[in-house]
């Protein structure tokens, strides 16, 4: 049964850090062998890609509104994949999930409020 377990959401304060992170488990595949994502889903709004990794690393791409300030990571070791948060806003408060590119393979999400 495929997984994906999301952690590290919390209440932070303008300007401060998270970091996120994904679990996988009971993919086909190996892990590595998958392209990862971050999504997020603000009250009222629609789920909106943040940051993607292939399953190499390699390549990395980031949304406009969080370029410069989030990072995206994976250890295929750990079956898991990262998002570091910096800089955070209250416009970054959302509930997160991860993704397996190209599948529909989703977790239930962390939830990540910004605010003072």
């Known amino acids: 049964q495929v997984q994906l377990v999301e952690s590290g959401g919390g209440l932070v304060q303008p300007g401060g850090s998270l970091r996120l992170s994904c679990v996988a488990s009971g993919f086909t595949f190996a892990f590595s062998t998958y392209a990862m994502r971050w999504y997020r889903q603000a009250p009222g709004k629609e789920r909106e890609l943040v940051a993607g990794?292939?399953?190499?690393?390699?390549?990395?791409n980031y949304a406009d509104s969080v370029k410069g300030r989030f990072s995206i990571s994976r250890d295929n070791g750990k079956n898991t994949v990262y998002l570091q948060m910096n800089s955070l806003k209250p416009e970054d408060t959302a509930v997160y999930y991860c993704?397996?590119?190209?599948?529909?393979?989703w977790g239930k999400g962390t939830l990540v409020t910004v605010s003072s």
């Open positions: 990794i292939l399953s190499s690393g390699g390549e990395i």
């Open positions: 993704n397996a590119a190209f599948t529909n393979y």
